[in-house]
């Protein structure tokens, strides 16, 4: 018998329960203490693994040229030699490592200083982009160009001012309707209708004034009017890209979409183009007057059209790509969230802005109370909302939800709140006599978006699988 490890007859010979090797129990006990395996498997082995061999002891004769000193000079001169060898095949072996780490530094060092400097143009880029006042971008539809004009024309100035003025004035005066629904009422709502999966990729849901029209549309290019009572499509809209927002324009169904136009469509027809974004645009809001339309886009700019002949109002740039925009009750500004964490208000008649917010986060929504004072902001990947007051220009509540959130809407009243997102659906009251937030439901369905039926009567939840989901009583 050999041992495996020194190739001699051991003098104290063990094996290896595993893998049947004999080893000298010195050498295999030094090398389990080190490494805790099987030198010749590589499995995990320990001295409780190793059985002792019984052998007669051999009494082994001196190697005859290890008998004079001669011969021992000789032997010790042979092991000098080999371990001179393998010094120099070792430094040999080293300064190859070392030259091939220095290349791979170096290498690395260079591809820094690309990335850093095409960082720098890609930054600079991006900061020209957002100073531009002029774009000539292409027609649409032979008649709505872009703009360099912040300012509204003086007609739909006009507009805007009569709008606040009578909003404005009646806001505070303005009654509870007496068949509007109640916290009670709410607190009964329940899932009562559900459909398979509309339109995949779909981002938001709109309900017409009627409450039975739903507006929404898909990844693929197509939009869909679903209606509630008939349990069916009725419309199918061609948008020509993936839609990304959309809204109802009295009896017309205006289309945004990632190749950044603004569509409008009436009875499923296609009648007008109204512009372009350089770039997906990402939300669309009407205007309280009903003769303003605005869109964002990720091209750092939003538009307002002018409704009454469909053609580009103004065109403004802003500082950072925008995800979502609501106007101001009264009609007075536009409140747009950026990527930057950035919540900005632009005067709607001169495009100026008016005031700037840390959200912390990219903006996912905002929307605007019809209270005239609040309005809700969500940071995409968070799982609360942020209550910010106009008159303080500081967050004034944070309702935590407990799980992620995608959209916020209030109902006409503005004393309840909808709130969804991928893990369920939430309606907070706020009570103005004890001055405190509740939670009359919370309901375990899925949301990307909701909009309130009439009278608040039911929600209409859009699933993240682009289904439709009706919470009522």
């Not at 000193?69 to 300064?95: G, M, R, V, Y």
């Not at 400097?117 to 002029?134: C, G, P, Y």
């Not at 679903?226 to 990304?244: E, F, M, N, P, R």
Request: aromatic residues 6%; contains cysteine.
């Amino acid at each position: 018998m050999l041992c495996a490890i020194s190739g001699e007859a051991p003098q104290v010979p063990v094996a290896s329960r595993k893998s049947g090797n004999v080893f000298e129990k010195r050498l295999i006990e030094a090398h389990i203490a080190e490494h805790h395996t099987d030198p010749v498997t590589g499995e995990d082995l320990s001295v409780e693994d190793l059985i002792d061999l019984k052998s007669p002891r051999i009494v082994r004769p001196r190697p005859p040229t290890l008998t004079s000193i001669p011969s021992l000079l000789s032997a010790f001169q042979s092991e000098w030699d080999a371990i001179a060898l393998e010094t120099f095949t070792l430094k040999q072996q080293l300064a190859q490592t070392r030259q091939e780490l220095s290349t791979a530094l170096y290498q690395n060092d260079a591809a820094t200083r690309v990335i850093a400097r095409i960082s720098r143009e890609r930054d600079e880029a991006r900061k020209a982009l957002s100073e531009v006042t002029i774009s000539g971008g292409r027609a649409t539809n032979g008649d709505a160009m872009e703009v360099d004009d912040k300012e509204l024309p003086e007609a739909l100035a006009t507009v805007v001012d009569e709008t606040e003025k009578t909003l404005s004035s009646t806001r505070r005066k303005r009654p509870v309707p007496e068949d509007w629904a109640t916290a009670e009422a709410i607190q009964a709502f329940d899932a009562t209708q559900s459909t398979e999966t509309l339109y995949p990729g779909s981002n938001a849901v709109s309900l017409d004034e009627s409450g039975d029209l739903a507006l929404l549309g898909g990844a693929n290019g197509v939009a869909g009017i679903y209606s509630i009572s008939q349990k069916q499509t009725v419309h199918t809209l061609d948008c020509g890209s993936a839609v990304t927002a959309n809204l109802w324009w009295g009896s017309r169904a205006v289309i945004a979409t990632s190749s950044g136009a603004v569509k409008v469509f009436e009875n499923g027809i296609e009648v007008k183009q109204l512009g372009s974004h350089a770039g997906a645009a990402t939300s669309l809001v009407l205007h309280p007057s009903g003769q303003i339309l605005a869109s964002t886009g990720v091209d750092k700019s939003f538009i307002f059209y002018d409704l009454s002949d469909m053609k580009v109002a103004s065109h403004i740039y802003t500082n950072s790509e925008i995800t979502c925009s609501d106007f101001h009750p009264d009609g007075k500004f536009l409140g747009v969230g950026g990527k930057d964490g950035v919540i900005r208000l632009f005067d709607v008649k001169s495009g100026d802005s008016m005031a700037e917010f840390e959200a912390g986060g990219p903006l996912q929504c905002i929307s605007f109370s019809e209270n005239g004072t609040w309005f809700a902001t969500i940071v995409k990947g968070q799982t609360s909302v942020s209550i910010w007051d106009l008159r303080k220009m500081a967050t004034i509540k944070v309702l935590e939800i407990g799980s992620p959130l995608e959209s916020i809407r209030w109902d006409y009243t503005g004393q309840f709140a909808a709130i969804g997102g991928p893990g369920c659906v939430s309606v907070q009251q706020y009570s103005k006599s004890q001055k405190s937030w509740s939670e009359p439901l919370r309901k375990a369905v899925p949301a990307k978006d909701m909009a309130w039926g009439p009278k608040a009567s039911s929600l209409v939840v859009l699933t993240p699988a682009g289904a439709i989901s009706i919470i009522g009583p």
